[in-house]
């Protein structure tokens, strides 16, 4: 798989105007991360990088959203762990009274 620059610096990608974010952590939040949740946060910056930010630019222009990737989204669980945390919540709710 290319790294996010390689795919920038790719024809018709942006010519390399583009770079990777370079994940500044001021406030450390790192150190309260385990392996799974910064494996988890790598996911999501290379679909970032890979699905969205060469075409977010024309997404906003043309005042789109890009529902064809909300799939791919559940496919890698992207909002599961919210939408079960709410289920949880409301169900707990509901049997309390």
Sequence with gaps: ?????????APGLGGGTMFAFRGVD???IDSL???DEKLVRQMVREFVEKEII???EGWNREGKFPLHLVPLMAELD????????TAA???QTCSTG
């Design 26 to 28: 001021y406030l450390e």
């Design 54 to 56: 060469p075409h977010i």
């Design 33 to 35: 991360l385990n392996d």
């Design 1 to 9: 798989m290319l790294g996010f620059k390689a795919r920038m610096n």
């Design 89 to 91: 919540r409301a169900c």
């Design 78 to 85: 992207f909002t599961a762990p919210i939408w079960k945390a």
